[in-house]
């Protein structure tokens, strides 16, 4: 089957113009769109079926940009029938549930930000992430038993650095050197 792309063509509609689907059985978060909304605008429309006005993808990013009232909603309007329609937010949901992020590149990632906000990630978060990551106290590393099929046994040494652009410089050249590093801030 050949990709339509002859409709992917950016509008933008008063919200009347849209409807949430009926049956969508996605529960979003619409305050953590609400907030990314806040930082960073809105940077993906959603997706409707053009005969009804559902939306097939961005249901809860809709509900989000009404929160912040936007009086113009971008979407990508789909010429689709009831059933492929429910096809298309199906597989969009369940792309999204297949899916998973690099936990170390995460890590890494967060701890180069300057800050958190905007990025719908907190302290909590981080330190959740390092300590799932590192094996520090608490961590269920440290509790899975050697005999495991979980256990990776790990040999760590701590450099302390000076500050953080010694640290960044360290982590450059022990990863130049063949190193397994992870950026940690305590």
């Not at 009086?71 to 298309?88: A, L, N």
């Not at 969009?92 to 992020?101: E, M, Q």
Request: hydrophobic share 35%; aromatic share 6%; proline share 4%.
């Amino acid at each position: 089957m050949k990709a339509d792309t002859t409709s992917l063509q950016v509008e933008y509609v008063e919200p009347t113009e849209l409807r949430t689907h009926p049956d969508n059985p996605r529960q979003g978060d619409v305050g953590a769109i609400y907030t990314s909304i806040k930082h960073h605008g809105v940077y993906t429309p959603v997706i409707a079926q053009r005969s009804t006005g559902h939306i097939l993808v961005g249901n809860h990013r809709y509900r989000a940009m009404l929160e912040a009232g936007m009086t113009e909603i971008p979407v990508i309007w789909r010429d689709v029938d009831d059933e492929t329609g429910i096809k298309i937010m199906l597989a969009d949901n369940r792309a999204s549930d297949l899916a998973s992020n690099d936990e170390s590149a995460m890590l890494t990632l967060l701890q180069a930000l300057p800050d958190l906000e905007g990025s719908l990630y907190d302290g909590d978060d981080l330190d959740n992430l390092t300590q799932e990551l590192l094996g520090a106290p608490g961590s269920a590393d440290l509790l899975t038993a050697p005999d495991s099929d979980n256990y990776r046994e790990q040999y760590a040494v701590t450099v302390i650095c000076t500050d953080e652009a010694h640290q960044e410089a360290t982590y450059e050249t022990l990863r130049e050197q063949g190193f397994e590093c992870r950026v940690v801030t305590v």
